[in-house]
């Protein structure tokens, strides 16, 4: 957990080191560096907040910018809706999808149980039930409502609009093996 009293800049600039309460003077290379992020990632206004008066959406933005601040190949995104309010995970969600169209951005794994959380830069998906991969490929083959209903185990009803993906139970609703 970061300190409370440490400052979004701070905080990125920590992803350099991978090391949470980061003792030593980031070099001014990294400073700058970690401003860039703050402003790519839509986060400058930030920079001096410490971590207790951010939101959640707010830290999970600085964490995204923290993780970049390493330039990974690949940026694992477990549940990152988890704890928002609908409007801060839209917000998310819209931030989330800019960055993956991005063509410098790492490689982005959603892991997810909200289907509306799948934007439209999320192209390829694996699907799981019980633990096992259930079926895996491009999201326009995997995405539908008869797999998702096998899934789940009940029939559930897949509709699109615009790229994104809202699940619903159907109204005589059957289990489904």
């Known amino acids: ?35 860039q ?47 928002l309010d609908p409007v801060a995970r839209e917000h998310f969600l819209q931030f989330l999808q800019k960055l993956g169209s991005r063509k410098s951005a790492p490689t982005l794994i959603l892991v997810t149980h909200h289907i509306e959380e799948i934007v439209p830069v999320f192209t390829h998906l694996l699907l799981l039930k019980a633990g096992r991969v259930l079926t895996k490929g491009r999201k326009a083959e ?6 998702l209903s096998r899934a789940f185990g009940l029939r559930v009803q897949l509709e699109s609009e615009n790229g994104r993906y809202v699940m619903s139970i159907a109204t005589k609703s059957c289990a489904v093996m």
């Open 37 to 83: 992020i703050l402003k790519s990632i839509e986060c400058w206004h930030l920079a001096t907040r410490p971590w207790r008066v951010l939101s959640q959406g707010e830290r999970q933005r600085v964490l995204i910018g923290r993780a970049l601040m390493a330039n990974p190949p690949l940026l694992i995104l477990d549940e990152p809706c988890a704890g």
């Open 142 to 147: 995997v995405l539908t409502s008869e797999l």
């Open 1 to 35: 957990m970061m300190a409370d009293d440490e400052a979004a800049l701070e905080t990125v600039v920590s992803g350099k080191y991978a090391m949470i309460d980061y003792w030593g003077e980031p070099s001014t290379a990294n400073r700058k560096r970690a401003a």
